[in-house]
């Protein structure tokens, strides 16, 4: 496994363990979605960690299984 891959199943079993935080470790300050400027147009260039864990939570609770 690469190591790029190896990083992403680190990160997305964190986060399916309820481990949220992890957005702070494996994303920097000046991390960008793609989706950002579609659905907070206001966010761009700000640090969007928060809005990130935001969503994890969001979807746990959802879809808690």
């Known amino acids: 496994m690469s190591d ?4 992403l199943a680190e990160y997305s079993n964190r986060m ?3 481990d949220y935080d992890a957005v702070y470790e494996y994303f920097s300050e ?3 979605s793609h ?3 579609r659905v907070s147009p206001e966010a ?4 969007i960690r928060g809005n990130e864990r935001e ?3 969001n979807a746990k609770q ?4």
Do not use: I, K, Q
């Open 62 to 65: 959802a879809f808690p299984d």
């Open 16 to 18: 399916t363990e309820g």
């Open 4 to 7: 790029n891959l190896h990083r």
């Open 55 to 57: 969503f994890w939570e």
């Open 35 to 37: 989706a950002t400027e």
């Open 44 to 47: 761009v260039g700000s640090d």
């Open 30 to 32: 000046s991390f960008m």
